[in-house]
């Protein structure tokens, strides 16, 4: 299930390789994968998503996060991930909240509102305050 964070933005759980064609159709531009390999058994390595986005024309990243945290190199990943998109992005991984966070933390990097952020992201069905702290020190310290 793919939840929209706005216009330019949507998290989804895993997504497989048979998935990319109807997601390239929806108009994405860019999948970034937010999955370590090997998280769980049966998952898709991202090689394959990867080649299966290529073929329909989709860009790809992977901007893998374990549930250690996340890092500045991660952020920063994918403050430029975003910012080289050309067209909606869609990030997934194994329940789409990584990706939610990740997506809220490169934004507040970026200048957006920590306020905004929230708003999208519970409207969307995440919440933000595990990492509320982050996203207010990010955007401090544009």
Known sequence: M???LDERMAVAPQIWPSELLPLSEQGFALIINNRP???EAGQPASVEVESAARV???GYRAIPVTHAGF???QIDAMVEALSAARGPVLAYCRSGTRSCFLWALARA??????ATLVEKAAAAGYDLRPIQAMIEALGAGR
Not at 109 to 114: A, I, K, S, T
């Open 2 to 4: 793919i939840h929209r």
């Open 37 to 39: 390999d090997d998280e």
């Open 56 to 58: 329909v024309g989709l």
């Open 71 to 73: 890092s500045h190199a």
């Open 109 to 114: 990097r970026m200048g957006d509102d920590p």
